[in-house]
């Protein structure tokens, strides 16, 4: 058990948080709520698509050399043999010298092999003339075309879209096999906390990590489980991580601003396990803790919204990507840099940045504010072994 | 009632798409809720934020001008004056000579305006030597300082993030005036087709349109209701438009693929209202309606989900924003094409393309083929004046 400040590196806090994270389970759910989850294994093919030789086009299906050298002079005229209905069987065969009426999507009938558009035809009384020419698997989509059966139409990983979800569709997934997504409790500590519909009396503020943190596991594709607010007090913190860990995949506690807070965090979790991170060599963020309790991951955010911000981006980011299976791409910007950024060597550093017009402007403002954070629009990292950036560097941006 | 056949451009489709929209309703809902919904008015504090004077660092609340000239060999020397807590409200005020501990986040006392950090102080007996001086203001918050009571903090219109989610909390917006998320009803037409669970016999194929639009739809934040499958007849048709279109606030129709059909679907729309555009100069997806039924709209989509996509794309997606307020930022790539992509004047072409390494190749194949589709990354759209783009153009791509 190591519960004292062990400062360590934020890729280090990375590898931890990616190291202690339960593995994504499969499951499987009706493809009218997989719009957004992330396919558990490869989809492949029910049987072949189509199953049968269809028509592109509204006009006659025919055997191709039935209509060699026919033009607008001189027609191919064939024997009109019936019409063709969408989604049934034909009931007989094309013999050579005939036509049937195909609409677009329809079975060719057997001795069928292209289609000819019906701009390009004209029935006279029972005959078909064809003005022009087609070639064999013209005006068609052969069985098996489009996938053969076992075909990997999309690959596992894969976060569902709508367009994916039409693919699946085709290929027969009525139930998808997906990652469930981890439940990630949301406990927030701190006396001078009220939920967000009080107001608050002298001393106090809202509680504004809690829904931030549940909006951010639902936007990482976790399903955010709320605890609401704990004191600062041992017996409490205990309690209520105890319950949230029973009930949950994982733990987000955050709040602590000051040292003697954290501690307790950090004691209620050493209590039902270890606290491996306490401490990260990053700016903001540094008292962040990561540990399991009942073998399950926790991690103790920083009190204030912004810092704790950057530390989900960072640090439960990974975390759930590695329980969930599911690994956004984030938004990046690149920018040319608008003011100085310096910066302290040694740690690794994140500054809110605004952005307009292809110039990054640094929120620089007093620690502890909410406003350069709701002005903000992503932030630049500062890796631990570099001074800063000057004005007029190009910099990558990691937007919001 | 123009129930025939005109054919508009895609601009003036687009035009009668956000025309017939409905505009978007406000509700108000939990913040738990309120992630990835649109605000519906501007949200300003409710009271002064923070309400309080709060120090941002564990240290001592002190009256600035009793630390100046402090330093290592000669620091202030201050009456310890007790201790303040999270939360509460200091029971008593500081005077001139004092300092009081106070943690990161707790109000400060009357009197004082500056707070040091503990690493530059320590206690002896009942006295606190400051060892370097504080500016009045330094390591402390005013009250107002983040949001002035009144002060914007999220514009309307604005998609809520999880960042937002935050700073809606912190702004004590505990409910959320959104917009009312649209119910999209969804209706697939096709003799042709079968539910996506039953495995197609001969000259079925699966509803991959009803799933690909019902997901579309979410994308577009809109709440999509599915009325499944109905059979290509003057009646079915008339009766499940009636249905859906009474419970829901707009309809998507797909299918159709072939003219028949789409004359039914067309008719059935005209009989309950008007159909506006009944086909677009655009490839694919001409054969395309758009109207009103009970003067709610409707969009009859192509057959082929390839091209129904691009419809939900270039059609879908007006209408649904202008319904919903949610304007997504389309996704897009600036590459270099690899391939020449040949079009016909006169109409707006959208060729899918995959995308590799800055580079944009064109899918072609035959119509009708869902492969080429799976395998696309986006669009390149060829406006209806142009002749195509040859190999080597920096082209845009929308990506799905």
């Known amino acids: 058990m190591s519960l004292f400040l062990r400062v360590v590196t934020l890729e280090e806090a990375q590898r931890v948080a990616r190291e202690i994270a339960p593995a994504p389970v499969e499951e499987e759910i009706p493809l009218g709520e997989a719009f957004n989850r992330v396919l558990a294994r490869d989809a492949a093919a029910r049987e072949d698509i189509p199953g049968f030789a269809r028509s592109t086009v509204d006009g006659y299906a025919v055997l191709a050399a039935d209509t060699t050298g026919a033009g607008e002079a001189i027609p ?21 010298g005939e036509g049937m009426y195909v609409p677009t999507g329809a079975m060719l009938p057997a001795g069928a092999d292209a289609a000819v558009m019906i701009e390009y035809a004209e029935t006279i009384g029972e005959e078909v003339l064809v003005k022009r020419p087609v070639a064999p698997g013209e005006n068609v989509i052969l069985r098996g075309e489009d996938f053969r059966k076992g075909a990997t139409v999309l690959p596992r990983g894969r976060r569902i879209s709508s367009r994916d979800a039409g693919i699946l569709a085709a290929a027969g997934f009525g139930r998808v096999p997906v990652y469930r997504k981890p439940v990630i409790g949301i406990l927030s500590t701190g006396n001078e906390l009220v939920p967000v519909p009080e107001t608050p009396g002298p001393g106090q503020v809202r509680d504004a990590n809690g829904p931030m943190c549940a909006a951010f596991v639902e936007e990482a594709g976790c399903t955010p489980l709320s605890y609401g607010i704990v004191r600062d007090e041992a017996g409490a913190l205990s309690a209520a991580l105890e319950r949230a860990i029973r009930e949950c995949d994982a733990v987000l506690l955050s709040g602590g601003s000051s040292k003697d807070v954290r501690d307790l965090v950090a004691a209620a979790i050493a209590e039902k396990g270890e606290v491996i991170v306490h401490g990260i060599s990053v700016a903001p963020g540094k008292p962040t803790i990561v540990g399991r309790a009942v073998g399950k991951p926790v991690i103790g955010l920083p009190g204030h919204p912004a810092s704790a911000y950057v530390i989900l981006h960072v640090l439960g980011r990974p975390l759930f990507s590695a329980m969930s299976g599911y690994y956004p791409a984030e938004r990046k910007a690149t920018v040319v840099l608008a003011e100085n950024i310096p910066s302290q060597k040694g740690r690794t550093e994140f500054v809110r940045v605004r952005v307009r017009e292809g110039k990054a402007y640094p929120c620089f403002g007093k620690s502890g504010l909410l406003n350069t954070f709701a002005d903000s629009d992503g932030m630049i990292r500062v890796p631990a072994e570099w001074e800063g950036y000057e004005a007029g560097e190009t910099v990558e941006v990691t937007l919001w």
């Not at 191919?76 to 050579?96: D, F, V």
């Open 76 to 96: 191919a005229i064939l024997r009109m043999a019936g019409e063709l209905a969408m989604g049934s069987s034909p009931s007989k065969s094309l013999h050579p």
